[in-house]
């Protein structure tokens, strides 16, 4: 019985010095929250995090290509932090070589040319940002509906 309440209070000690200091430090606010805006703010897109380039992934439709150039340009209706600054607006997507471009089935997605893609559809892009440019590392044409897109039809 005596070893019973020597191992619950040695549990609930090492507890109260694991929390006490977390809870003691109260939240944790980001850049914007600190400098008293209240909301936190997209990221720089050209500011590199660590050693390597920042993720972005958006959703949206796209509104134009340009064939040469291998661009397309996306009305943005969801994004992640890195690319929040575009939500709601038109961005500019380059790809490259090796971007691979598919077509949502109910298989999966199956690979297409860039020139497959078709302006008005619904995309899901995610690659880098390069030097402030947004370059696909994947764009997916016809990715289903999420309940936040306003591109579902």
Not at 18 to 35: C, D, H, I
Not at 51 to 78: C, E, H, N, P, S
Not at 129 to 146: D, H, I, M, S, Y
Request: with cysteine.
């Amino acid at each position: 019985m005596q070893k019973k309440l020597i191992v619950v209070t040695l549990v609930v000690l090492v507890a109260l010095f694991t929390v006490t200091p977390v809870l003691a430090a109260g939240p944790q606010m980001g850049r914007s929250e600190a400098q008293g805006q209240g909301v936190r703010q997209p990221v720089d897109p050209g500011r590199r995090i660590g050693k390597g380039q920042q993720i972005f992934a958006l959703v949206g439709t796209i509104t134009a290509l340009d064939l040469d150039a291998r661009t397309l340009v996306v009305q943005v209706d969801k994004s992640n932090r890195t690319a929040g600054l575009y939500a709601g607006q038109e961005v500019t997507v380059y790809t490259t070589e090796t971007t691979r471009i598919l077509q949502w089935t109910e298989s999966g997605g199956e690979s297409i040319g860039f020139a497959d893609l078709v302006v008005g559809e619904s995309v899901s892009v995610n690659g880098t940002v390069v030097e402030g440019q947004l370059v696909a590392r994947r764009v997916t044409q016809g990715a289903p509906c999420v309940p936040w897109s306003s591109s579902c039809v």
